[in-house]
């Protein structure tokens, strides 16, 4: 299947006035792809930067090339330079479509991992899919997945509802999905699911705990559950895992490394099983994963750094260096 990103549009839109690539940010944003403009996410704090790299190189579905350019074509109609325009617009639209048709031919296909979709639609111009996980013992599991991509013969999301392998409860939020409606409170009365909320406890690092962290050059990896993002070390990561998945709700997580400056993952789980790690950071936590996988041990305490505070102690950490520099070139 075709890859399209918005880096590719935005190349493609060089040889035209800069109206059309601000017309292209104008539309991922009242879109709502992104959370602000792209010049503000570039330069923004460390989640916004990293939310604008994802997003700028993620490719994009079918249903989302055709809304940008639909969105462009009405900004831009009377420009004297449409006509150039329109023939970047044909194209990006027959692309579109090509992978809307072979997105459909997926349906009711088995995919990597046991997956199939059985439904696909949208919220508004968020792209949605019903899909059934088989495990490897028969048991069924049935998520709803925000934002999905097909990619060879894997399916992938920015978030999901989890159902067990209740497909009737997944089916009418599914529906209720399509019809606009949104999800946050679809187990408020599952009294099993709030008991295990309550379960689900975190610690926060203080702000001098974190300093001694960078300053000890602690391992540490942004964890994204597809709705917020925190940080945590290393070695905490199978606990956080496990404890998520059993004592918060199932859900696919992500762990970034943040001494890296790309955004690609270094740790994704399939709830609280590995489906992709790097081999490297396998060996380092696979022991520990195990033994908390089969109840061989028992989940300890961590704590975890919210995002914000991390990105405004690392920047005192880096002005109280430069005003040291400084002091000692007076010197």
């Given amino acids: 299947m075709e890859k399209i990103t918005f880096e590719d549009i935005n190349e493609n839109l060089c040889d035209l006035d800069t109206e059309y690539r601000e017309a292209l940010a104008k539309a991922v944003v009242e879109l709502n792809y992104i ?3 792209p010049l503000s996410l570039s330069y923004g704090s460390v989640k916004q930067r990293l939310e604008w790299e994802k997003f700028n190189t993620k490719p994009l579905t079918g249903e989302e090339i055709i809304n940008i350019i639909k969105f462009m074509q009405k900004e831009m109609k009377g420009d004297f330079q449409y006509g150039r325009f329109k023939e970047i617009a044909s194209m990006y639209l ?3 479509k090509h992978m809307q048709e072979q997105s459909n031919d997926y349906k009711n296909k088995r995919l990597e991992n046991g997956m199939k979709i059985l439904e696909t639609g949208n919220r508004e111009n968020q792209p949605v899919a019903l899909v059934e996980r088989t495990f490897n013992d028969g048991k069924k599991e049935y998520i709803i997945g925000f934002s999905y991509e097909i990619k060879d013969k ?9 159902y067990s392998d209740n497909i009737k409860k997944a089916k009418e939020d599914f529906n209720r999905v399509l019809n606009g409606e949104n999800l946050d409170n679809t187990f408020q009365n599952n009294e099993k699911a709030e008991e295990m909320k309550n379960e689900f406890k975190v610690e926060f690092y203080t702000e001098e705990e974190i300093k001694e962290l960078i300053r000890t050059k602690a391992e540490l990896y942004y964890v994204n559950d597809g709705i917020d993002e925190a940080i945590i070390k290393l070695e905490d990561i199978p606990d956080f895992i496990v404890d998520y998945n059993r004592n918060l709700e199932m859900r696919d997580l992500k762990f970034f490394s943040v001494s890296k400056e790309d ?10 099983f590995l489906n992709k790690i790097d081999p490297l950071i396998r060996e380092k936590i696979i022991d520990r994963l195990i033994a908390l996988q089969t109840n061989e041990a028992e989940i300890s305490r961590y704590k975890i750094i919210d995002e914000e505070v991390y990105s405004k102690v690392r920047h005192e950490l880096e002005n109280e260096k430069t005003k040291k520099q400084k002091n000692k070139g007076v010197r």
């Fill in 154 to 162: 894997s399916i992938e999301w920015g978030y999901g509802y989890y």
């Fill in 94 to 96: 027959d692309i579109a």
């Fill in 35 to 37: 959370s602000d403009t």
């Fill in 263 to 272: 955004y690609e993952p270094d740790i994704i789980t399939y709830g609280e």
